[in-house]
C-alpha cells in the first residue's frame, strides 16, 4: 500500500498598501493589489516554506490568515 505525503505550503507575498487607517483595510488592499499584480503577469517578491503534514491535528489552524 503506497503512502501518500501531505505537504503544508506556505506563501507569503510582500506587497505595500498606503493611505490605510486599520488592519483590516490594509489586508483588504493588499489582496487587491496581489491580484492586480498577478493579472497584469508582474513580479511579486515571495517566500515559500514547505513543511510535511505528520499528524494534521497538530497542526492545526492550517487555514486563516495569520497576523
Do not use: C, H, Y
Request: charged letters at 25%; proline letters at 4%.
Amino acid at each position: 500500500m503506497k503512502t501518500t505525503n501531505r505537504w503544508l505550503v506556505s506563501l507569503t507575498f510582500r506587497v505595500t498598501v498606503s493611505g490605510i487607517q486599520s488592519k483590516d483595510d490594509s489586508v483588504t488592499a493588499g489582496l487587491e493589489q496581489l491580484r492586480q499584480n498577478l493579472n497584469r503577469g508582474e513580479d511579486i517578491p515571495m517566500e515559500a516554506s514547505v513543511r510535511r503534514i505528520t499528524n494534521p491535528v497538530e497542526n492545526e489552524p492550517i487555514f486563516g490568515i495569520k497576523w
